[in-house]
């Protein structure tokens, strides 16, 4: 029922795009997703997947983020951006504004508030939207906080620190990857997770507006094509906007719109020469055009998304990784065999045994937790995540990311002082 749907992009480059739940708003489809995000998507959880039942006649949980595994302590600080050259793509009479979340390593601060993993209105903006899909949920779960501290001071004490941008799938808000992003952060690196306002399902505001999502459910092929080439130029040049904002965020300038002071020491703390991106399905779409599109970006990784643009013609000549589901690889997909020929940079491909498209988010973590709880069918995780464990997927996504970023920006030497659980695990495939 989840099962990834295909479709053509009938392009001057004749380029194929594999799409499924995360990348095209299709009819069934869209509705399943919209599903998925609405139950699920809201409550990275731990990395068991704990999901506490709450004494209750109606099933209930409280589901947790996972604990990140680096020895750094969390900052995190949301911004709202707006860049005054650029009319709304999606609606022209506004200028083009972003919320993104800079997560960093922070002093040891533990008395600063968590940051809530979603806002109360988010939340609700999906809850509203249950009895619409009919999806059987037979139960509550409450939402724990994230491990970032708000807005704490950065641990300037490490120096300079290297700087990785994470794009969503279609129509995801950022939140979708805090358990990756966390851990990164955890480990030394500052990530800037993004939302694609008005394309992303809701996108929360300081003054408390909640932006929705404007695009229309299209079926036809053409409108679909049309749909995913304008979000890829949009999330494109949402990016390359985003990595000015750092610029000059570097330089101490406060880029926020509504003026919201900077943590102490973050500016210090930015490594412009050492910039990485990943992103999730069309996320990591937009990691290739990126990088094709700006040399500011030195290496990326595609977390199951089917590539499209100008990159497909033209490869990159810096490392970039692809990580398939269990379903994808260039076998399967044409667009990756396209990317593959041309590209003259570094690569490597691997393929997540057991996973499904989606299984490159929270949602391989929080959707069998409801599951265990009895929120959800029993059956409903298999089929969104797949078979491989919670537990292992994160596990191995989280070292896989950090170990390529690692190497790219010198922190390792050579791929041969890894450790060894880096290069060598039956659940991570490499496809040569």
């Given amino acids: 029922m989840l099962a990834e749907s295909r479709t053509r992009l009938n392009r001057s480059r004749a380029s194929t795009v594999q799409t499924g739940e995360g990348i095209i708003l299709l009819g069934r489809v869209f509705r399943w997703l919209l599903i998925l995000l609405m139950a699920s998507a809201w409550a990275a959880v731990g990395v068991v997947a704990r999901a506490e039942p709450a004494?209750?006649?109606?099933?209930?949980?409280?589901?947790?983020?996972?604990?990140?595994?680096?020895?750094?302590?969390?900052?995190?600080?949301?911004?709202?951006?707006?860049?005054?050259?650029?009319?709304?793509?999606?609606?022209?009479?506004?200028?083009?504004?972003?919320?993104?979340?800079?997560?960093?390593?922070?002093?040891?601060?533990?008395?600063?508030?968590?940051?809530?993993?979603?806002?109360?209105?988010?939340?609700?903006?999906?809850s509203d939207g249950l009895a619409k899909v009919g999806l059987p949920i037979t139960g509550s779960w409450t939402l724990a906080s994230s491990h970032g501290r708000v807005d704490a001071a950065a641990d300037s004490a490490g120096g300079r620190r290297p700087i990785v941008l994470f794009s969503p799938g279609m129509g995801m808000p950022r939140e979708t990857s805090t358990a990756q992003a966390e851990d990164l952060a955890s480990h030394g690196f500052v990530v800037v997770t993004i939302s694609h306002t008005y394309e992303s399902q809701a996108t929360e505001?300081?003054?408390?507006?909640?932006e929705k999502s404007v695009l229309p459910q299209v079926v036809d092929a053409e409108q679909v094509n049309a749909q995913i080439g304008q979000a890829i130029q949009v999330r494109v040049a949402?990016?390359?906007?985003?990595?000015?904002?750092?610029?000059?965020?570097?330089?101490?300038?406060?880029?926020?719109?509504?003026?919201?002071?900077?943590?102490?020491?973050?500016?210090?703390?930015?490594?412009?020469?050492?910039?990485?991106?990943?992103?999730?399905?069309?996320?990591?779409?937009?990691?290739?055009?990126?990088?094709?599109?700006?040399?500011?970006?030195?290496?990326?990784?595609?977390?199951?998304?089917?590539?499209?643009?100008?990159?497909?013609?033209?490869?990159?000549?810096?490392?970039?990784?692809?990580?398939?589901?269990?379903?994808?690889?260039?076998?399967?997909?044409?667009?990756?065999?396209?990317?593959?020929?041309?590209?003259?940079?570094?690569?490597?491909?691997?393929?997540?045994?057991?996973?499904?498209?989606?299984?490159?988010?929270?949602?391989?973590?929080?959707?069998?937790?409801?599951?265990a709880a009895g929120i959800v069918p029993a059956d409903f995780a298999a089929k969104v995540v797949g078979t491989i464990?919670?537990?292992?997927?994160?596990?191995?996504?989280?070292?896989?990311?950090?170990?390529?970023?690692?190497?790219?920006?010198?922190r390792y030497d050579d791929l041969t002082k890894t450790p060894a659980t880096t290069l060598l695990h039956p659940g991570m495939i490499p496809v040569p």
């Fill in 205 to 210: 505001f300081p003054d408390g507006r909640l």
């Fill in 238 to 371: 949402d990016t390359r906007f985003v990595l000015d904002q750092l610029a000059d965020l570097s330089t101490g300038v406060d880029p926020d719109a509504d003026g919201h002071p900077l943590p102490a020491n973050l500016a210090g703390i930015l490594d412009l020469s050492k910039i990485g991106m990943f992103g999730h399905s069309l996320g990591g779409a937009t990691a290739a055009q990126v990088m094709h599109d700006d040399r500011r970006v030195a290496a990326g990784v595609d977390l199951d998304g089917s590539l499209l643009g100008s990159v497909l013609t033209d490869g990159l000549d810096r490392p970039f990784v692809l990580i398939g589901s269990a379903g994808r690889e260039r076998a399967q997909d044409p667009s990756w065999q396209q990317f593959w020929a041309a590209d003259h940079g570094p690569k490597l491909e691997f393929r997540l045994d057991g996973s499904q498209h989606l299984s490159f988010s929270d949602n391989q973590l929080i959707v069998p937790a409801l599951a």
């Fill in 55 to 126: 004494p209750s006649q109606q099933a209930s949980a409280v589901v947790t983020l996972p604990e990140p595994t680096g020895s750094e302590a969390i900052g995190v600080v949301d911004l709202h951006l707006v860049d005054p050259s650029r009319h709304d793509p999606y609606l022209p009479t506004r200028t083009r504004e972003l919320m993104v979340s800079i997560w960093y390593p922070a002093a040891d601060q533990a008395a600063i508030p968590l940051r809530p993993w979603v806002s109360e209105q988010v939340s609700r903006a999906y």
């Fill in 389 to 410: 464990a919670p537990q292992d997927s994160l596990d191995l996504q989280r070292v896989y990311l950090r170990t390529f970023f690692d190497t790219t920006f010198g």
